[in-house]
């Protein structure tokens, strides 16, 4: 089993930046993909980005491209998602989440996920 818990949410004006960290519980932190999802209100959830278990590879939905990066520590059983020039639209909850599948994809979609943090809420004002 496996608990996660994000943090770093807040306001935010326009053009500015957050960083969420999601703090993992166990010992096999080093075995999980991790991804980052968010959900606006009245809205699906959507992939935002994901981390390889080794950290070496990210993938990032293309909204956030050249904005989000994703990075991990696996000492610290920290994932990150570092926001900049964050706009309006970026307005919702952000969830982490976990894969102990030991697949060797890294997943996109929540479905592949089997660990989710309760979200931190992010709110970008124009």
């Known amino acids: 089993q496996v608990q996660l818990v994000e943090s770093g949410g807040g306001l935010v004006q326009a053009g500015g930046s957050l960083r969420l960290s999601c703090a993992a519980s166990g010992r096999t932190f080093s075995s999980y993909h991790m991804g980052w999802f968010r959900q606006a209100p009245g809205k699906e959830r959507e992939f935002v980005a994901a981390?390889?278990?080794?950290?070496?590879?990210?993938y990032y939905v293309d909204s956030v491209k050249g904005r989000f990066t994703i990075s991990r520590d696996n000492v610290k059983n920290t994932v990150y998602l570092q926001m900049n020039s964050l706009k309006p639209e970026d307005t919702a909850v952000y969830y982490c989440?976990?894969?102990?599948?030991?697949?060797?994809?890294?997943?996109?979609?929540?479905?592949?996920?089997?660990?989710w943090g309760q979200g931190t809420q992010v709110t970008v004002s124009s």
């Open positions: 989440a976990a894969d102990d599948s030991l697949r060797l994809r890294v997943g996109t979609s929540s479905n592949e996920y089997d660990y």
């Open positions: 981390i390889r278990r080794s950290g070496v590879t990210a």
